[in-house]
């Protein structure tokens, strides 16, 4: 690792209270330590002040000989609404910059009060053990800081705000006021200005119980997760899950399973009620039952008593063509081989290779040939080898293990009526000559 990664440090500098007390902790402590610190400030454009917070970080960065950089981000309207999409963009900058300045370790300046408000909004979300877990001291989050090498610390975590209020009264640090935190349109704002008051009135010191109880919550999600490891160590066939071994299991013990099979995929956690229905339509049907469940960010089916995760894919244009009157209808798609040593077919989803076999088709006969690629309608038959009988593709897609979903975006190479390469199954074997010759071969543009 360079020197400067292992020596440096990194802030989330917002300009506000919370993150200017730890700009000057992280100063001092940098100093001490012989420590590269650098801030970073991530301007979102929503307030209109917000050109003058960035002056001011940059100020505060100079007057202390900080290194400052900052980025600018354009939120857009999503269905996650503008907290949540704020979020996002200001981790991925954030991790944008660490990785720019070589920094593999970045504070925030995350409190007691904080953990208290996480908590709490995620016992009104009803959520599980992890929600209840509240915030780690440290963690790693690729999916948000788009950095996998990169630690988020919270070293605040254990000190209150009211503590923080006095050592910026005491230094006289300043800081900036942001107003969108007295708005209770945000479910944050609003626990913070009206429930927490009345929490604190009623029940003084209850920050610490609330982050005693994420502790324990936390120790019980590490005992779920190293189980939910090794039972899905134990389905796991070929990255697919056998569900026979579901079927010993108790529900909840399922569910676990899930959804650490769902978070080792970087999947969105589904809820309870979506999970319940997947088990019960996947785990409990009959086991020849093709099914499918659809998932926000994927497929999730079952073939042969295993599940899969499948991506959500687009038809191809060679699966429709919409007529002159909006019926649907297929048409194949003629081509020439010239001799290429492969052909792409985009609206057919790959490559077509003609690779020099010990025994294929004779090439001067498939030269002469009007070829057309197309998806089966049905019916296709095909004959592997002379001492095989014909049968039908449906036939040998099960013989050949190909699901069902997989089928449907395989194409078959005919020349006029002669059915000459299926693929996922191979060659029809009437036209194999004895002798070295062309072998037809399908590589999907899915394929690694």
Known sequence: MPAQERHAIAIALSGGLDSSALLHLAHAYAREHGLALFAFHVHHGLSPNADAWLAHCRDSCAALGVTFDERHVTLTKGKTGVEAAAR?????????????????????????????????LQLLRGSGTAG?????????????LGNPDLVMARPLLPVSREALEAYVKAYDIAYIDDESNTDPRYARNALRLQVMPAL?????????????????AQSAQRMLTELAAQDLAGCLIDDTIDVAKLRAMS?????????????????????????????????????????LVTHPDCHIRRHRDRLHITPKLEDLAGMRDPDDEGVIVRHAQAFKWQGE???????????????????????????????????????????????????????????????????????????????????????DCHHLGSGPGIALRWKSDLSS
Not at 254 to 267: M, P, S
Not at 385 to 414: F, G, M
Request: proline share 4%.
């Open 88 to 120: 996002k963009l200001r981790y991925a900058a954030l991790g944008a910059m660490c990785a720019q300045h070589g920094v593999r370790l970045m504070l925030t300046a995350h409190h007691l009060d904080d953990q208290a408000e996480t908590v709490l």
């Open 200 to 216: 604190a009135q009623a029940f003084p010191g209850f920050q610490e119980r609330f982050a005693r109880s994420a502790a324990h």
């Open 251 to 291: 529900i909840d013990r399922v569910q676990n399973l899930l959804r650490h099979w769902f978070a080792t995929r970087a999947l969105r956690m589904p809820s309870t009620a979506w999970l319940a229905e997947m088990v019960t339509q996947l785990v409990e049907a009959r086991p020849d039952a093709q099914l």
């Open 132 to 144: 209840l877990s509240g915030m780690d001291a440290a963690n790693s989050a690729p999916e948000l």
């Open 341 to 427: 040593s492969e052909i792409a077919f985009p609206d057919y989803g790959g490559t077509l290779y003609f690779d020099a076999a010990e025994q294929g088709i004779d090439s001067a006969w498939l030269r002469a040939q009007a070829l057309q690629i197309d998806f089966r309608k049905g019916g296709e038959k095909l004959k592997l080898a002379a001492n095989r009988p014909t049968r039908s593709l449906k036939y040998h897609y099960q013989a050949c293990d190909v699901p069902a979903w997989e089928r449907t975006r395989l194409p078959i190479v005919s020349a006029g009526k002669d059915l000459l390469f299926a693929a996922g199954i191979g060659m």
